[in-house]
């Protein structure tokens, strides 16, 4: 298949192209585009024919359900006819924006799209280029991150067509992601909203809006297959390197000395090592290859280069990623969360 490149580079001069990747959508194609997260693969959600191509293109398991992105709040009355009070405070508060919320679905939207589930998840995106799509198409667009399924998800055009050229009818390129994490999917379907994946809108931020908040329990643990979470995409491999990640939790002083006796002991074995750092600690290491995700001080920008460093480090062919852990606060959990999971849950305590 080729995939037709459409580089975004002042939204007001694109409008043209824009028009050119809409109509591929309404035409039941495939179009990556830029959101204020991650990358999106779209297609129409109300056509399961086209929906099918996103799981191909992807390589990804029917049973893991796609997020719905509408760009206006009336659009959300074709996907539900169910809208709490709870659930219009955090549209209210946090649409447009890197939230997605769990609601009863309408019999309109296909089964494939929400992998037989009885609930559709929705997100209006905040991203400009995101938008003009969406309205230029004047359908609700199915979009999972544009990533292969089971790698880092991408934050940058060129993560995309690595992953997808050959594979999808077109790529909106634009800048790269500012949030870098896929957006909180929360479930708002019962008394008591309930977290199943953290993202750009912290726990915190939604008690602040509608004074309640549940963290599904299943989100810190490694899931067998067996268990069925209520977000089936947990139970995936996720954001993984090609290389072995290793995360390393503790204090500073004792993180640093960790790393750097495993790094000499993985190096006399003959492999190839890569450290994951930040500005404070990088000239602590002496390894050839490492990287810094930036300050500590501020989490929000680290969590936005994580998946961007770990497919620089696959680049290197590193063999295996010694990473620093970091604090759950905040942004921190999503952060980790992500981490925790592109480690297969691999974690050194000192
Ligand atoms: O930031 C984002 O959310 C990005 C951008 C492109 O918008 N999209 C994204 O989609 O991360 P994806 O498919 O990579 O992740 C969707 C997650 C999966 O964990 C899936 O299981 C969960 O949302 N999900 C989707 N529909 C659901 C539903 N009805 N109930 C529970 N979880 C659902
Ligand atoms: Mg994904």
Redesign the pocket.
Known sequence: METQIFDIIDIKKSAALIQNAAQILRRGGTVAFP????????ANALDAEAVAKIFEAKG?PSD????V?ISEKEALFQLTDSVSEVARALIDAFWPG?L?L?LP?RSTVPAC???G?D???V?M?SHPV?RALIEASGIPVA?????LSGKP?PTDADHVIHDLSGRVDAIVCGKPSD?G???T?L?VTGSVPMI??P??VTREDIIRCVGMCDVDPAIEKQLSSETA??????KYTHYAPDAELIIINGEPDQIRLEITSRQKALEEKGLKVGIMTCDEHIDAYTCLLKKSLGSRTDLSGVASRLFSILRDFDKEHVDVILAEGYPREGIGHALMNRMLKAAGHHVINV
Do not use: C, Q, W
């Open positions: 959101t204020e997260t991650v990358y999106g693969l779209g990804r893991n359900p796609l997020i992105h890197p997605t769990v679905k799209v929400t992998a589930l609930t559709v998840a997100r995106p995101a979009a999972p991150s544009a990533n998800s949030v994490l896929e957006s999917v479930d199943l994946r993202g750009g979470p209520k977000s089936p995409g947990m």
